[in-house]
C-alpha cells in the first residue's frame, strides 16, 4: 500500500491536503484533511473495470463552501464529537446539564454547526509495520459546541492489499464527556449515475431502536417481520412501501459484543458485481439511504439525488447519552474511545 500527497492548497492559513491510498490490486482511495473525508473510493467491478463507489465532490475547497455545510449532507465525512442526533441538544452527566448547540430543528445533529467534519485535521503519512498509514488529528477544546472536556482526536486509514478500508478511532478526554465517531459515506457500487435501490444489502442485526420526532423512542425491539430484518439479502427498494417516505435511517443493533471486529453488514450490487462488507467495534450502525439528497450537489460525473448513495455509519446508539439503558457513549480520562470499522472491497 502507497500514500501521496496529490494536491496541497493554502486557504486562509490552513493547509488544505489531498491524499491518494493505492494497492496493488487497483484500488483508489482519495481522502482530504477538510473533515477527514473520504472524497473518493475507486474500485474493481467484476470485469476488472475501475469506477467510483462513493458519493464526492472534485475539488476539497468544496467541501467548505457555506451552501454545502449549511445542508447537513456529510458526504464521506469524520463525523463527531457526536454522530447522529441528541435530542433537543441536551444532556445529563454527574448531575450537570449540558446544552448542544442545535442544528437540525430542535435536535443537535452529527456534532453540531461546528462540528470535526468541517475542521481543517493536522495529517501526515506514518511508515508502520505493516505499510503506510494516513494519520488524521484534531483537538476539539473544552466548551465546543456545548461538550465537555478537551478531547485529542486521532483517525487512522490504512489500505489493506486484501482492499480493506480501515478506519481506527481513538479519541482521549481529560474530562467526562460523550463520544461517537464516525464516517459518513455514501456508497453506491454501480460507478453509474444510477440510485441504490436495487443493491442487496445484508446486516447482521436481530434488533433496531424504533425513533420518534427522529430520535429513539428509548426501546431496542426485535427486527424479525419488520423491514429493518435483513438477515437474508433483500433490495434497498424492496420494502419502501412500508416505511415513512424518508426509506431507511434507523439505527440497527449489531449483533454481538461491543468491543470485537465483528461483520455488520454485506451489500452487493448485482449489475456491476462489486461487494462491500463492513465490519466493526461499534454496538450500532445508522443505516440511512439518502433520501435528503435533493440533487443540489453532484460532481462531474453526476448529481446526488434521493437514494443516490447509501451510509453504514456504524455508532453508539443516536441520543445515547439520554438513555442509560443503551450502551454508553461516555469516554472518560480513564476509557479512552477506541473503535475500528473496516470497509472491505471485493467483486464477484
Ligand atoms: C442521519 C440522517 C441525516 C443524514 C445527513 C444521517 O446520519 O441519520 O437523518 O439526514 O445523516 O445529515
Same mark, same amino acid.
Given at each position: ?6 494536491? /496541497? ?27 477527514? =473525508? ?16 462513493? *458519493?464526492?465532490?472534485?475539488?476539497? %475547497? %468544496? ?11 456529510? @458526504? ?32 443537535? *445533529? ?22 503506510? #498509514? ?19 482526536? %486521532? ?19 481529560? #474530562?467526562?464527556?460523550?463520544?461517537? *465517531? =464516525? ?28 425513533? /420518534? ?17 435483513? /438477515? ?14 424518508? !426509506? ?15 461483520? #455488520? ?18 454496538? !450500532? ?6 433520501? @435528503? ?21 456504524? /455508532? ?5 447519552? $439520554?438513555?442509560?439503558? @443503551? ?18 472491497? $471485493?467483486?464477484?
Amino acid at each position: 500500500m502507497k500514500i501521496e500527497k496529490i494536491q /496541497q492548497t493554502d486557504l486562509r492559513n490552513q493547509e488544505l491536503k489531498l491524499f491518494k491510498l493505492t494497492n496493488p490490486n487497483g484500488t483508489i482511495i482519495n481522502i482530504t484533511n477538510i473533515g477527514a =473525508t473520504i472524497t473518493s473510493i475507486k474500485t474493481k467491478d467484476r470485469n476488472g473495470k475501475l469506477s467510483e463507489t462513493v *458519493l464526492g465532490f472534485d475539488k476539497p %475547497e %468544496e467541501y467548505l463552501s457555506e451552501r454545502y455545510l449549511k445542508n447537513c449532507v456529510y @458526504f464521506g465525512a469524520t463525523v463527531g464529537r457526536f454522530a447522529n442526533r441528541i435530542a433537543k441538544g441536551k444532556f445529563e452527566l454527574n448531575g450537570k446539564t449540558y446544552k448542544l448547540n442545535q442544528n437540525n430543528g430542535h435536535h443537535h *445533529l452529527h456534532g453540531g454547526p461546528n462540528g470535526f467534519h468541517q475542521k481543517v485535521w493536522d495529517a501526515r503519512i506514518e511508515e508502520t509495520d505493516a505499510g503506510q #498509514a494516513l494519520v488524521m488529528n484534531l483537538t476539539s477544546p473544552d466548551k465546543e459546541e456545548g461538550y465537555p472536556g478537551n478531547l485529542e482526536v %486521532e483517525v487512522r486509514f490504512f489500505l489493506s492489499n486484501e482492499n480493506e478500508l480501515i478506519i481506527d478511532y481513538h479519541a482521549k478526554s481529560d #474530562a467526562p464527556t460523550p463520544v461517537n *465517531l =464516525t464516517n459518513h459515506s455514501y456508497f453506491n457500487l454501480s460507478g453509474k449515475d444510477t440510485d441504490i435501490l436495487d443493491h442487496e444489502v445484508m446486516i447482521f442485526s436481530d434488533e433496531y431502536t424504533p425513533k /420518534q420526532d427522529d430520535v429513539p423512542i428509548g426501546d431496542i425491539v426485535p427486527t424479525k417481520d419488520t423491514p429493518f430484518d435483513f /438477515q437474508e439479502f433483500h433490495k434497498v427498494g424492496e420494502r419502501l412501501n412500508h416505511l415513512p417516505r424518508e !426509506g431507511y435511517d434507523h439505527n440497527l443493533v449489531i449483533n454481538g459484543d461491543e468491543g470485537d471486529l465483528r461483520r #455488520a453488514a454485506v451489500v452487493k450490487d448485482p449489475h456491476s458485481g462489486r461487494i462491500l462488507e463492513v465490519y466493526t467495534t461499534m454496538p !450500532g450502525m445508522q443505516f440511512y439511504t439518502g433520501y @435528503f439528497l435533493d440533487g443540489s450537489f453532484g460532481n462531474s460525473e453526476k448529481k446526488f439525488g434521493p437514494f443516490s448513495g447509501m451510509c453504514f455509519e456504524t /455508532q453508539y446508539f443516536p441520543d445515547s447519552p $439520554n438513555h442509560p439503558a @443503551f450502551p454508553s457513549s461516555i469516554v472518560t480520562p480513564e476509557n479512552p474511545f477506541i473503535h475500528t470499522t473496516v470497509f472491505k472491497f $471485493n467483486a464477484e
